[in-house]
Every structure is written in structure tokens, then in C-alpha cells.
């Protein structure tokens, strides 16, 4: 691909950086959308190949990540927010462009991640059949008052439960005896506004992901991913897709983004995000978020019809499109390329797939087209065993089921984020913690990583923290 290799040449005598390839596993983790960042604000870039005017749609989408909601007729936010939310803007969950983190006392609300909720069946889509009174996401958060001082207010309105998280920890042991600690979270739901959830209802919590490299995913052939399962069962595994409803084009289709893979794109996964976390209605969801009980709720003045507007939902999309992936970090060490060699060899990378190829014509945003990346994911489902179930299928997904998360730029995550919390509800407080979650399909890995002596742990720590 001459024309790659032309722009990457461009990225590295732009930026005056020269890095020794080692094989085909260079530094540039994201080819030309690849940063060389490795502070605060290493999530959050703009791929180095935008054109300038893409550069401006970025920019602007990027003012509406960070930019509040606020209730209609107040000021210094867009009109639109709630009745009820999780959060009135993107970056408060996603500060930075990385990941949330669970309170760290037992009387702080939930504030980064939030709470799914449905019963059992699904609707005729395939959709998660959502709660009567709370519907798909528990909301803790309302606008009890802000509304009170314009003319259209009727009454504060109710958030519709208060959400905090205990710990249980337990003790796990590597095999040469030196000992980690695990933590499960319990939730704890109060306050509840609209009844009793009942004994049908399944709950999930999670923590939000980060958000940087989403494009080169979504521009992944779904022929790739299906060619990886059916590779992946000559070693025992059943990655598998899961296919969601595409609400756009009204159909079925494989779910990329999510925890479970449950939203098909990226533009779908922000409209959806705004709806159920923010209270903001679009296009694609036109109906404020509430259930035929909260009548409160449903009184509420709404900021705009829709309040996410087309041209924002449109600077929102390639903001994310766009978000570049950071350099991998120390790439020449010994000991990381050691690491790398022992994931390999504990066939963490069946699943967590090194690299990937995006498509040869990627319409949306043409400079993801024929990218090569370092992902380590394979998008696809994998049975994680019961210590992971959350009870709480979604689509094809099972309890058990969860999609492989990405690993770029994990060592970036306290930097950028603060604390590292990981896995879909924040449990793991670091990499070992993680490793050790991990059943199911996954054991066989696990157990090869306990079994290692500690100097060959610490290797496969390192690399990990420099993908």
C-alpha cells in the first residue's frame, strides 16, 4: 500500500519523531491515526491525517462532548437536559475521552457509570424488553428544581432511585504463593420513586469505556470479524457477534460498541448515549426519556424538538471518527517485547487480537479506510464464565457474554483518568486484578498467567501498559 506508507512517512517527519521498527510491530498503534501523546489529554486528540476542514467539524464536536445541557430557559449550556439523567454532559463519564470510575466512598452516588435495567423477553427488534416504571437505565438523577423559576415549570421532578456501590473482597493466590486481593461490587439501590422493581428485574451496572479509537473499529469489514470466530473455534473458543437492531436503518445488524456489543455504530451508540445518560432526544429518539408512570417527567417542557440537532449529532460523530490512538510507549524495552512474547504464548491474543485491517473504502470519514491498528480486541462475544455474569442478556448476548475490550493505551488510563478502574463495572483496580476475573473461555489464560513466575508477570504487566 504505497499510499499508506507514504502518509505514515508524512505523520513521522511531521512530528519529528523517528521510531526503530522492531518486525512488523512498530510504535505507531494506530497507523495514520496514531498520536505521540502520553499525558492528561492522550485520549482526546485529533488523527494527525484530518484535513483542516475535517480538523474544524472535530473541534466543534468536541466543544459539544464537553459542552453542559441545561434545563429550557437557563443559560451557559445547550436546552435540553433530562427530566431525568445520569450526567448533563459526555465528558463527565468519559472525562478525557477515557474511562469512568466507581465512587470511592459508599454514601457517593453513582456519577461516571450508571445502571441497566430490564425484564425478561425482548421486544420484536430483539431489543432488551425495558422495566414497566424505569425503563432501559435507571436514572439518578432529575431536575428537582432548576426548573422551578421559569414560567413552564410544574414541579421538581423525581430522580428516579439513588445509586451507590459496596465492595466484597476476597484473597487469590499465584501459584508461587504471593497473594492478590479482588473486589466484587454490590449495589445498592434506594429511594426508589415509582414503586418496587420487582423480582423480574435484571439489573447491570457498568463503567464507561474510553472512547478514542472507535472509528478504525467501526471500520472493520464485518467479514473480518467472522473470518476471526471461525478461526478462534480450532482453539476451543466460541467468540461469536452479537446482532443488535439498527434503529437508523431498521434493521439487524453486528454490534461493535458497548460492553455486549450492543450498538452497531458509532452514531447510534452517541444518539443513544444522549437519550438514556443525558435526557436528550433526537431525530433517532425523538421522545423524552420517560415511562408512562413519571408523569412529572413527562410534563417537562422539552429544550428543543429535537434537542440534539442533526448538525450537532453530525460534529459529535466525526469528533469520535476522529479521535486518534496514542503511541505505543517504550516499544523497544526487553522486557515489554518479553511480555509480549508470554501473552502470546498464554493465547491472551486469540481474543485479544493484536492487529487488525480496516475496509478498502470507508465513506464516513475516508482516512480510516485501509488502516492497520493495534486493537487487541476482536469485537467479538466470549463466555466469561459465572464470576462475571450479570444476569442480564442483551440481544444474542448472554449473561456470561462480554465483548473483548480493547487494551490500547491501558497504561495512559490512571494518567488520563485518574484511577484505572476496568472491566465492564470497575471491579478490577488494575491489570493483575482483570487477569484474575477472567473465566469462562478465558480460564485457560488466566491460569497460564497465575502459574508464571513473578519476573515473567511483571514482563506481561509491562507490555500491557506500553500497548
Known sequence: MPKLAKALAFILIASAWSVRALDDRSALSASTFTVLRADA?????????????????????????????VVFGLTGGDWGLGPTYVADRCSV?????????????????????????????????????????????L???????????????YAPVPAEAELYVEWEEHEVAFADGETARLRRPKLRIERLAFGELGTQAMLSLRNAPPIFGLGLLEAVPEETLLDLAARQRAHGLNGRPNYVWDATNQRRTLGRFGWKANQPSVRQQIAAAAWGDMGVTSSLFPRQNCSDVQTLCRQEVPGNDPELTDSQWDELEIWTLGLAVPARRNWDDAEVQRGARLFESAQ???????TLVTADVYARLPQLSRQMFHAYTDLLLHDMGEALSDGRPDFEAGARDWRTPPLWGLGLSERVNGRGALMHDGRARNVVEAIFWHGGEAQAARESFRRMPKAERAALIKFLQAI
Open 41 to 69: 489529554h492522550a485520549y482526546a486528540q485529533p488523527a494527525p491525517s484530518l484535513s483542516e476542514r475535517q480538523q474544524e467539524i472535530f473541534l466543534r464536536g468536541r466543544a459539544h462532548f464537553d459542552r453542559p445541557w
Open 93 to 137: 463519564c468519559h472525562a478525557g475521552g477515557g474511562r469512568g470510575a466507581p465512587p470511592e466512598a459508599p454514601n457517593e452516588q453513582l456519577h461516571s457509570m450508571l445502571v441497566r435495567v430490564s425484564v425478561p423477553g425482548d421486544r420484536l427488534n430483539g431489543t432488551p424488553r425495558p422495566h414497566p416504571h424505569y425503563g432501559d437505565q
Open 139 to 153: 436514572q439518578n438523577r432529575a431536575l428537582q428544581g432548576q426548573s422551578i423559576e421559569t414560567l413552564h415549570a
Open 348 to 354: 491472551c491474543d486469540h481474543c485479544h487480537v493484536p
